[in-house]
């Protein structure tokens, strides 16, 4: 029988951390990441950090009619390859917050808690303490509690600098405040709320562009008035407070009224503009978008010219200046602009949905009808970018 002792004068045996997995620093990148956690608690948050489970008080709950439960779960994408270039790893959160929880407030929902998950080839403490502090940064701006995540150390499969993020959310909306498709109807307002820049989607292409042009990504940009690097890493916008503020002061129940409200949001995602707005449209219905009414930021002007990359694939892929969009009724379409400009989010009036018709052309990349497995309504881009 093999003795399960080494015998004298043997190699040292094989550990944890022999092995590349190194406990005490993940313990360590804990101790450093729980204040900004913290700051993310409210009083519906039960217990601290490091729980099996992250605790949340939904007691309130039962002051809702009928509750619904939105939940949505994402990425960064490539976008950390970036973040790895550069060593900086305290923005790359807001990109994960956003991706997540804006997508909740889509349906109305208020994003109640989310939790996180890296995947790295090696904890180094402060660097996992980064990314996690930019995660608690954009709860707090969302309005979110962090309440748990989990980093998960995979050597040989993850270089020694190399990570994921992904993250979950949960929020909640009032049955008769949800929003969507059936709430749509012909004579709507399509608001545009703007970008902070490329946001999280569409990395792969522009990395591809500037990779075939030789640029580096400590190359100053006049055009971008800072470093190629520097603009590639600027955080997703998080809309989510925006957003609920929006349908709080404008909510579908006035429609009742005759005063009308917000009727749907559209986040720009994967898939650009046009595709994602066609998801949130009912059969039937049209939105027309007039690209005059906005100039493309410099840094998609960047990719196109760099990449010689057609319009079709730019407004595909990237959200070319518009992260975000409203649709609400005609009657407080001036106003729900002006409530989102005092907020700081420059939005404008870009489109108006319509009833199809037989004279709009539905082929060709200015028309897109159904989207991402929904056999909703349909988009159509008009006139050329200011």
């Known amino acids: 029988m093999t003795s399960a002792t080494p015998a004298a004068g043997a190699a040292p045996g094989i550990t944890y951390a022999s092995a590349g997995v190194d406990v005490e620093a993940g313990d360590r990148a804990v101790e450093l990441m729980k204040g900004a956690?913290?700051?993310?608690?409210?009083?519906?948050?039960?217990?601290?950090?490091?729980?099996?489970?992250?605790?949340?008080?939904?007691?309130?709950?039962?002051?809702?009619?009928?509750?619904?439960?939105?939940?949505?779960?994402?990425?960064?994408?490539?976008?950390?390859?970036?973040?790895?270039?550069?060593?900086?790893?305290?923005?790359?959160?807001?990109?994960?917050?956003?991706?997540?929880?804006?997508?909740?407030?889509?349906?109305?929902?208020?994003?109640?808690?989310?939790?996180?998950?890296?995947?790295?080839?090696?904890?180094?403490?402060?660097?996992?303490?980064?990314?996690?502090?930019?995660?608690?940064?954009?709860?707090?701006?969302?309005?979110?509690?962090?309440?748990?995540?989990?980093t998960a150390e995979h050597p040989g499969l993850l270089g020694e600098h190399e990570y994921d993020v992904a993250g979950a959310a949960t929020g909640v909306v009032e049955a008769d405040q949800l929003l969507g498709p059936d709430r749509v109807r012909a004579g709507d307002v399509v608001i545009g709320m703007a970008s902070s820049g490329l946001h999280s989607n569409g990395y792969s292409l522009v990395r591809r562009v500037i990779n075939h042009a030789g640029w580096a990504l400590d190359r100053q940009v006049s055009e971008l008035g800072r470093t190629l690097g520097e603009e590639l890493l600027e955080p997703t916008r998080v809309y989510a407070a925006d957003c609920l503020d929006l349908a709080r002061t404008f909510p579908v129940a006035g429609s009742a009224t005759g005063v009308g409200g917000v009727n749907g949001f559209s986040h720009v995602t994967g898939g650009g503009l046009a595709a994602n707005l066609a998801r949130v449209l009912p059969q039937g219905l049209v939105a027309t978008v007039d690209r005059a009414t906005w100039e493309l930021p410099a840094i998609f002007k960047l990719v196109s010219e760099l990449g010689n990359v057609p319009l079709a694939d730019l407004e595909r892929t990237l959200n070319l200046g518009v992260g975000m969009v409203a649709i609400v009724s005609p009657q407080v379409a001036d106003a729900a602009v002006a409530r989102l400009n005092e907020r700081g989010l420059p939005s404008w009036i870009m489109g108006t949905v319509d009833a199809d018709s037989d004279l709009i052309i539905k082929s060709g990349p200015d028309y897109v009808q159904g989207a991402k497995g929904v056999d909703g309504g349909a988009v159509r881009m008009v006139n050329s970018y200011a």
């Open 37 to 150: 956690v913290k700051a993310t608690h409210n009083s519906s948050v039960i217990g601290g950090v490091g729980g099996f489970a992250g605790l949340y008080d939904v007691s309130r709950l039962l002051t809702y009619k009928k509750p619904l439960l939105a939940t949505s779960t994402d990425g960064v994408g490539t976008k950390v390859a970036i973040a790895q270039a550069m060593d900086i790893h305290d923005t790359i959160g807001y990109d994960l917050v956003g991706m997540v929880v804006d997508d909740i407030v889509v349906v109305g929902a208020e994003p109640l808690y989310m939790t996180d998950y890296i995947a790295c080839g090696k904890v180094v403490p402060e660097r996992i303490a980064d990314i996690v502090r930019g995660i608690a940064a954009a709860c707090s701006v969302a309005g979110t509690a962090l309440v748990g995540g989990e």
